[in-house]
């Protein structure tokens, strides 16, 4: 079974328009509302993919009752806790020029509430694998991921997309996948990176630190991909950019596809980069079919080779 996490899970609004000016009226061309958080999409492409998966973290009030509604319709099962406040709502715009993002307040989750959710957390089992993604809200330990893989069972598989102190300390304890984008990883490192050949050695430098296995984005240059048999550098299949929004989890989404269906890391990243860019060429998140139309597309060169 795959779980994923979302700590900090929230109602997206989208919405589009030719600019924005600040102190006056906007009107928008486009809106609609989805419910976002990174392992809750991770959850929905795996479902497009006809992957099961279940969603554990935290919902409250009826922005939780919107999402908790949304994932029945999928018919994904969740084991979301009830917060007595409500999930947060972010917005997400889009302008001819720009893409920008507010983040909505976090609510308050109580130690009762937490003891609720790590419940959830003890039926994970030996073969099973955890999706780890997300922000973490200011009311919980920074660690607490560290905390989750400390009582998870031998074997299971685990995948980081987080970023700062959560990363950090959960890496200590060794996950199977780790998930930056190239702004990520050089915060995590406090550098600027010129090169390709800069990121894979910070990559490096990750598996070292406790990845098995480190997938890295780099938006329109691509993604790179380091395991303990090399590195392989993915292209961007042609499209026209709708939103990045969710296509990280995408990508994480199609390789965990691809690992399901017994396929070596290696081999379904492609799945993870046909996966992302599908997303990002469309409204929403990717399906199946959307993924598979940009497979002969996908281009890995390993290194060295």
């Known amino acids: 079974m795959i779980y994923t996490v979302t700590l900090n899970p929230a109602v997206d609004y989208y919405i589009s328009m030719k600019e924005f000016q600040e102190g006056e009226l906007n009107l928008i061309n486009n809106g609609y509302t989805l419910p976002g958080g ?45 917060l007595k406040e409500n999930t947060r709502i972010n917005i997400k715009m889009r302008t001819e020029k720009t893409e920008s993002e507010i983040a909505g307040h976090s609510p308050n989750i109580s130690e009762s509430e937490y003891k609720e959710f790590l419940k959830a957390i003890s039926e994970i089992k030996e073969g099973d694998i955890l999706v780890l993604s997300g922000s973490v809200p200011k009311s919980l330990k920074t660690n607490i991921y560290q905390e989750i893989i400390e009582i998870l069972p031998e074997g299971v598989k685990v995948i980081l997309d987080t970023r700062g102190e959560p990363f950090k ?94 396929m070596d890391i290696s081999e379904a990243y492609k799945y993870g980069i046909a996966s992302g860019s599908a997303t990002a060429f469309t409204e929403g998140l990717t399906t199946f079919e959307g993924m598979q139309k940009l497979l002969n597309d996908i281009n890995i060169k390993r290194e060295g080779i």
């Open 38 to 82: 990174k392992g809750i999409n991770v959850s929905k492409v795996l479902k497009n993919f006809g992957i099961e998966s279940t969603v554990l973290g935290f919902a409250g009030g009826f922005t939780g009752d919107f999402i908790r509604k949304n994932l029945k319709e999928y018919e994904i099962k969740d084991k979301l806790v009830e």
């Open 169 to 262: 300390y959960a890496l200590e304890k060794g996950v199977y996948l780790t998930k930056p984008n190239n702004v990520e990883l050089g915060e995590f490192f406090n550098e600027k990176y010129e090169t390709i050949e800069e990121i894979i050695e910070a990559g490096k430098k990750l598996r070292k630190m406790g990845s098995e296995n480190v997938l890295i984005s780099l938006g329109k240059n691509g993604s790179v991909l380091i395991t303990k048999d090399g590195v392989w550098i993915g292209n961007v299949p042609k499209g026209e950019l709708v939103s990045s929004v969710g296509a990280g989890d995408s990508m994480v989404a199609g390789t965990l596809y691809g690992i399901v269906k017994g």
